[in-house]
Nanobody
Framework: VQLQESGPGLVKPSQTLSLTCTVS????????WSWIRQPPGKGLEWMGA??????LYRPSFESRTSISRDTSKNQITLRLSSVTPEDTAVYYC????????????????????WGQGTQVTVSS
């Protein structure tokens, strides 16, 4: 299974960031698919996940985050609105077989597949 994140490298403050995770070698209709980010100098931060059973968000992101999927393209999409420079980070997508929403999902060890990440900078 391979995961590939893509999207704009630079976003202006107050705009909406949109990223895509394209999955090959496995169907997104099974398992949990998460978005995780790592701001510079900080640890991993789980943002939310999508599965056939539904969508889960970390409370701190829920008000401005939307995760969706396109099963025909085998893609997961992240939309983060009203971005600020504090949203500058490397954004990753990852697959896990189970989910415990919250801090437990901040560890890379819970994911059996992980993308290479995409750098997003929020700056005017």
């Amino acid at each position: 299974v391979q995961l590939q994140e893509s999207g704009p490298g630079l976003v202006k403050p107050s705009q909406t960031l949109s990223l895509t995770c394209t999955v090959s070698g496995g169907s997104i209709t099974a398992n949990y698919w998460s978005w995780i980010r790592q701001p510079p100098g900080k640890g991993l931060e789980w943002m939310g996940a999508i599965a056939t059973s539904g969508i889960l968000y970390r409370p701190s992101f829920e008000s401005r985050t939307s995760i969706s999927r396109d099963t025909s393209k085998n893609q997961i999409t992240l939309r983060l609105s009203s971005v600020t420079p504090e949203d500058t980070a490397v954004y990753y997508c990852g697959r896990s077989r189970t989910i415990t929403p919250g801090q437990a999902m901040d560890s890379q060890r819970v994911y059996d597949y992980w993308g290479q990440g995409t750098q997003v900078t929020v700056s005017s």
